[in-house]
């Protein structure tokens, strides 16, 4: 006996009878003369197939299967069908019947056309344990537990499951975009087929729409005699992760959102349209809002780009996953070195959480990497980080510098000093530069775009609290 299990619905009892007798040893078996009937047991016995009869007396077997398919999608539904009335097959086949068989029924042929039709579901399930196995293996887990991470886990599952939405995700670098257009391939229906990764940023200007939509032969001086396949030809039945999307140049943006719009696409020198079916997760740290508004970005492929968004916030806005993300880092290292560090020193943990960490979760990654192999103790401590503690000054530990008090149950509004800090230094690099961006990035050890995005954010938020000011008191 299998752990199948099996409906027969038809309205004569020889047929009922006669199928039963002969593979009820193999199945669980549950025989109805009505369609109605079956229904009703639908959700008490769960059946993984049915064999259902065409002409049955009141809701009649076409009616029935698309009830039953309409309640469970993944149901196998096997047809019986009188001779005459074979015409109808075809309807039943369009409504997603598996198979038929025709009246009278031969047994053996019976018993192996169900046969297949549950090997179908035994692959369905195999693949599914499969992918999640390739998931656990390949993949690098995407962790948090703050309440950001958890909507974006969220927001990951359901995304993955419909292959053919685009993507976009957005937050500062190291974040883990990456990881995260990842994690949505593996766990979509595509995970068997390819995961391209193009950086949009790192290819030249003029080669970017060879790169994606690839060349025919002889198409430029210099292009190889037998063309080229693009890389969304490569990422066909899979994913293509446009990474740095922002540096797309105009001519390549059109190209994109014509494909994205009918899944067309031309090779350059090519005349003939060729379509293919890939999903499209592309992630920028760049504001593309901005972008629109200056004319560097179509406003129509950033909302094509982005049917579904997910912002990934900066590691200091994830509250204790810096805590968490510690914890985790040492653990994969420890395995990693084969080392047996016991933990990370209180100290340590202080600071971590209060470590500006521009470079987010890389930063860290790269920051307990090097820790746990240098350690000299058994636990993490700050020497072991390369983070000097502000509170353990020259004079005396107990002092704290001027910008600091140390902490007191009543806490601190942690967000304000930051802000207040950023304003402070910001404001002075801007100075020191002479108002010029890229210098005064430079003087905080900031890339320029991210030093750009906080700057404009530092204005925004002084602009509203300033506006704030301004209002008469109520
Ligand atoms: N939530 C997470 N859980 C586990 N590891 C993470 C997580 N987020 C990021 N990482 C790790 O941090 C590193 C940086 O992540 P990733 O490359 O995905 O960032 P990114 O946002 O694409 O950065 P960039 O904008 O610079 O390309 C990777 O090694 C990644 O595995
Ligand atoms: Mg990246």
Redesign the pocket.
């Known amino acids: 006996m299998t752990d199948y299990t099996l409906f027969i619905v038809d309205d004569e009892k020889t047929i009922r009878e006669g199928i039963t007798a002969y593979i009820e040893d193999d199945y669980q078996l549950f025989a109805y003369q009505t369609a109605e009937d079956a229904l009703e047991n639908l959700s008490v016995h769960n059946p993984d197939l049915i064999l259902l009869d065409i002409g049955l007396p009141g809701m009649n077997g076409i009616q029935a299967l698309k009830k039953f398919r309409s309640i469970r999608p993944d149901l196998l539904v096997i047809m019986i069908t009188a001779y005459e009335d074979v015409g109808s097959v075809i309807d039943c086949m369009r409504n997603g019947a598996y198979d038929y068989i025709i009246k009278p029924i031969q047994m053996e042929g019976l018993e192996v056309t169900i046969a297949n039709a549950l090997e179908n579901i035994r692959l369905k399930k195999e693949i599914k344990a499969l992918q999640e196995d390739q998931i656990r293996k390949k993949l690098?887990?995407?962790?948090?537990e703050s309440k950001a991470?958890r909507d974006i886990m969220a927001d990951i599952e359901k995304v993955a499951q419909s292959p053919d939405t685009p993507v976009l995700?957005l937050?500062?670098?190291?974040?883990?975009?990456?990881?995260?257009a990842m994690t949505i391939h593996h766990k979509s229906p595509n995970f068997a087929g390819p995961f391209i990764a193009v950086n949009c940023a790192a290819i030249p200007k003029d080669l970017i729409e060879s790169e994606l939509f690839g060349y025919e032969k002889g198409a430029f001086s210099g292009a190889s005699n037998t063309g080229k396949k693009g890389l969304i030809e490569l990422a066909d039945r899979g994913t293509l992760f446009l990474?740095?999307v922002g540096d797309l140049n105009p001519d390549a943006q059109a190209k994109l959102l014509r494909f994205m719009e009918n899944g067309e696409f031309y090779k350059v020198g090519g005349t003939t349209g060729k379509t293919v079916k890939t999903r499209i997760v592309s992630?920028t740290?760049k504001d593309l809002e901005e972008m629109i508004e200056s004319g560097a970005y179509r406003r129509d492929l950033f909302y094509r780009i982005g049917v579904i968004k997910i912002r990934?916030p900066s590691l200091n806005e994830r509250g204790d996953d810096v805590l968490v993300?510690a914890r985790?880092f040492l653990h994969i290292f420890n395995e990693k070195f084969k080392r047996s560090l016991t933990g990370i020193s209180e100290q340590a943990l202080r600071l971590l959480k209060a470590y500006p960490w521009k470079g987010?979760?890389?930063e860290m990654?790269n920051m307990m990497e090097r820790a746990v192999l240098m350690a000299e103790g058994h636990e993490v401590t700050p020497k072991d980080l390369g983070i000097d503690d502000p509170l353990s000054g020259d004079e005396s530990a107990d002092a704290p510098p001027l910008a600091l008090t140390p902490l007191t149950p009543d806490g601190v509004d942690l967000n304000a000093m930051k802000s207040y800090l950023d304003e402070f230094y910001f404001s002075q690099a801007m100075d020191l530069a002479k108002g010029n961006e890229t210098g005064a990035a430079k003087m905080l050890n900031l890339k320029h775009h991210a030093f750009r995005y906080q700057y404009k954010k530092i204005i925004r938020e002084k602009a509203a609290e300033d506006s704030k000011g301004d209002e008469p008191d109520q």
């Open positions: 690098p887990c995407f962790i948090g991470v995700i937050g500062e670098t190291g974040t883990g975009k990456e990881l995260i990474d740095e992630a740290n990934v993300f985790y987010n979760v890389r990654k």
